[in-house]
């Protein structure tokens, strides 16, 4: 029996959350966390971000074609 389940991504340059600040002249992300979330991410407990989706610029192109 297959796996079909997607499993969460961990490149965050390639995440939608993944935005680049012009006044700090850096990228960051910008999920606000809670303090559990932030603590297991920092500490290094958690394999992968729980809230990555895949950043695709040209999906609403797709959609027109």
Sequence with gaps: M???????????ETCVFYDY????DCYYCTVNLDQDD???FL????KSCPYYRFYDEYKSVHKQI
Excluded at 21 to 24: A, G, L, V, W, Y
Excluded at 43 to 46: M, P, R
């Design 43 to 46: 500490s290094g407990t958690t």
């Design 2 to 12: 297959e796996d079909k389940t997607k499993k969460a991504g961990s490149n965050c």
């Design 38 to 40: 932030l603590g297991n």
């Design 21 to 24: 600040d012009e006044i700090e």
